[in-house]
């Protein structure tokens, strides 16, 4: 497919396997492209029922001792649904917290390195460290989906070894 030079011209779809231009119907200022799905070895969808998902929330205000050897498990969660937001907030600053989303490690990161990259008190990224980098924060752009669980993990990155407490809110798919 060629790019467009000038984009002000108009398009034309054309349905090679019918030999005709395809479709559209009128929503009122709007032009919308019909689509016709067979069924098959595809599955078609609606992901914007307001009940296919449920809030869940954990809070553990009592905290988590960790060590230097070995992630210590702070949440995990066995299901499907979606993660909204990661709280972990350590007495101090020397540990590191690890996410896996599916059994796959997707972020491991220090608090130090949050630091040394700008990212302390960085509210308008994706992960930050706040409060003297004591705290970690996770809360993606758009939320990050899993199909069988996730699991936060924490580890002490060297002494004083800190205590850590979590907050995690994500969406339960509901069957």
């Known amino acids: 497919m060629a790019d467009i030079g000038d984009l002000t011209q108009n398009v034309s779809l054309h349905n090679d396997s019918t030999d005709a231009a395809v479709t559209t119907t009128t929503d009122g200022a709007k032009e919308l492209l019909d689509v016709n799905v067979e069924t098959g070895n595809i599955s078609v969808t609606s992901d914007d029922s307001p009940t296919k998902y449920q809030l869940q929330s954990d809070f553990d205000a009592t905290g988590v001792a960790l060590n230097t050897s070995t992630d210590t498990t702070i949440y995990t969660y066995s299901g499907d649904g979606v993660l909204d937001f990661v709280a972990v907030t350590g007495g101090n600053s020397n540990f590191e917290v690890t996410l896996k989303m599916d059994g796959t490690e997707r972020i491991r990161i220090t608090m130090a390195e949050l630091a040394a990259i700008g990212l302390s008190n960085a509210t308008n990224v ?3 460290a706040e409060t003297a980098n004591k705290n970690f924060r996770y809360h993606p752009h758009s939320p990050l989906g899993f199909a069988t669980s996730f699991t936060i993990l924490a580890k002490a990155t060297g ?7 979590h907050l995690v809110l ?6």
Do not use: D
């Open 170 to 175: 994500f969406r339960e798919k509901v069957a």
């Open 159 to 165: 002494a004083p070894i800190p205590t850590v407490t």
């Open 126 to 128: 994706e992960v930050w």
